[in-house]
């Protein structure tokens, strides 16, 4: 077809389009988030010594650590849909949340006299069942942030979705930290990052397949 | 491309976002001007015109993403750069057919042009993978042609230009788009 028709093909059918925003596409990705987390504590999914829990550093140290690297993940993930923006710079950034989270866990074992009995406190059985949970949870999370991206432009797939990938992780272990309930640091640091490695890799190749344009 | 032109573009292209063909039509055929000069001077010319209508297409798609509040031009130039690597990409999986020994062309200032370009863009390569994409992809010799050519064995030419070609994927993406 020569591109003269193709013009007066596409201006022929041209019908008004509603523009994408970023700050609209956050609040959606908001009411998907607190829809989730709301029935995940409704259906009474939560850990019930969460009171005590709360009175802990390691609690803390996996709810505002997975929370940040949620936020920068989808921040960074929503920014770069428009053709002219790169995640490059947010998943750097994303890298050294990730490892000052670490380096904080790390400390919190640390003055918490850890150096025990590995095997026993990285409690395998435990630990994959944690991470078979993260990975659920994190799906909603996925499929939001997949179908914004198929709406959008992004002109760097692979870091776009990984961008995706590592958001809908860092948010499925957030709202997983309501029931896990262990709070040793160093199976904390183990299994969750595991898990979140694991859930970002199968988004990160999932993503860029279904979001071709 | 004059500053006017992409100051023109841009409310052209709202326009067309509220659903005005007249304008629609008329941005389009412009761009499409501009789209030729910017893949002639990155493709070999017979992909030009199919790199120019898929950009259209993808334009045509994507029209909802741009923001009338920003300038047009690195919206345009984002789009037609992903869609230069992807056809690099697919230079990649097609068959390359051999050549005819004479060809008529018109001008050969735009395969000049492209010829330069792409000659600057496999120097970042390593020589093996510069060598069998020069001549499989853009002088028409077969694999094996090429292979008897390098010394390279039929598979490793194949990996070469998978390898190369995915590299400058990779260098263009990272590099600022000058037009």
Redesign the interface.
Do not use: C
């Given at each position: 077809?020569p591109?003269e028709r193709?013009?007066?093909d596409?201006?022929?059918g041209?019908?008004?389009?509603?523009?994408?925003?970023a700050s609209r596409d956050a609040m959606l990705l908001a009411l998907l988030g607190a829809v989730e987390l709301g029935l995940f504590l409704l259906m009474g999914a939560g850990r019930h010594d969460i009171m005590l829990a709360m009175l802990l550093p390691s609690f803390w140290w996996k709810l505002v650590s997975l929370a940040l690297l949620a936020l920068l993940g989808a921040a960074t993930a929503l920014r770069s849909?428009?053709?002219?923006a790169s995640p490059r710079r947010g998943l750097r950034w994303i890298g050294c949340l990730a490892g000052l989270a670490l380096l904080i866990g790390w400390a919190i074992d640390a003055g918490h006299g850890g150096g025990g009995d590995l095997a026993r406190r990285l409690d395998w059985r435990h630990g994959v069942y944690c991470m078979f949970a993260m990975a659920v949870l994190s799906i909603p999370m996925l499929i939001g942030l997949g179908l914004l991206m198929r709406?959008?432009?992004p002109?760097?797939r692979a870091g776009s979705a990984l961008a995706v990938g590592l958001a809908g992780a860092a948010w499925g272990a957030f709202v997983f930290v309501f029931q896990c309930p262990h709070d040793d640091p160093f199976y904390i640091a183990i299994w969750f990052g595991l898990g979140c490695g694991l859930v970002a890799l199968a988004g990160r190749l999932l993503v860029s397949l279904v979001t071709r344009? | 491309m004059r500053v006017d032109d992409a100051d023109e573009w841009g409310a052209l292209m709202a326009a067309a976002q509220g659903g005005h063909g007249g304008a629609y039509r008329r941005l389009l055929g412009e761009l499409r001007e501009w789209l030729v000069r910017y893949f002639a001077r990155r493709l070999p010319q017979g992909s030009v015109d199919d790199a120019v209508q898929d950009t259209l297409i993808a334009i045509h798609e994507k029209r909802h993403t741009y923001d009338p509040a920003r300038p047009f031009r690195p919206w345009l130039a984002a789009v037609a750069r992903y869609k230069w690597i992807d056809r690099l990409r697919a230079m990649g999986r097609e068959r390359t057919e051999e050549l005819p020994e004479a060809i008529g062309v018109a001008s050969h200032e735009a395969a000049v042009t492209s010829a330069v370009v792409l000659g600057g863009l496999l120097d970042r390569l390593k020589p093996a993978q510069a060598e069998a994409i020069r001549l499989v992809k853009l002088q028409g010799f077969s694999v094996e042609e090429a292979s008897a050519r390098t010394g390279q064995s039929a598979s490793l030419i194949k990996v070469n230009i998978h390898r190369g070609l995915g590299r400058l994927a990779d260098v263009i993406r990272s590099a600022p788009d000058a037009e």
């Open positions: 077809m591109s193709l013009i007066e596409l201006a022929a041209l019908v008004p389009v509603r523009r994408r925003t849909f428009d053709p002219a709406r959008g432009a002109t760097d344009w | -």
